[in-house]
């Protein structure tokens, strides 16, 4: 129902920036809040930010507040992560994800989100 690409992964030193891109396909969307989750190898999936349907709301890690920037363009049916001032500890694999029952909330866990895209490599080197 909703098909979801990341892309803008890659490798950078620690202090520099990535902007994370999530093209979506499918009607539903723009009705449905968005999140960021990343996986370090042998850890679990954690969350990252969300942002709701409508772009009014947001919400973030502690890891990640002040240096991430979530956004929405409906429109164009895209997500992005704006990575700024990146640290070893961002390196991970970043997913987006989107469902009818994800909220912008602190706790939001995978179980939440329904629909996932395949995840793109985000290293930091330091």
């Known amino acids: 129902q909703v098909h979801l690409v990341e892309s803008g992964g890659g490798l950078v030193q620690a202090g520099c920036s990535l902007r994370l891109s999530c093209a979506a396909s499918g009607r539903t969307f723009s009705l449905y809040t968005m999140g960021w989750f990343r996986q370090a190898p042998g850890k679990e999936r954690e969350f990252v930010a969300a942002i709701s349907w409508s772009g009014g709301s947001t919400t973030y890690a502690d890891s990640v507040k002040g240096r991430f920037t979530i956004s929405r363009d409906n429109a164009k049916q895209t997500g992005n992560l704006q990575m700024n001032s990146l640290k070893s500890e961002d390196t991970a694999v970043y997913y987006c994800?989107?469902?009818?029952?994800?909220?912008?909330?602190?706790?939001?866990?995978?179980?939440?989100?329904?629909?996932w895209g395949q995840g793109t490599q985000v290293t930091v080197s330091s």
């Open positions: 994800a989107t469902g009818p029952r994800l909220r912008v909330l602190l706790t939001s866990t995978l179980d939440d989100a329904d629909y």
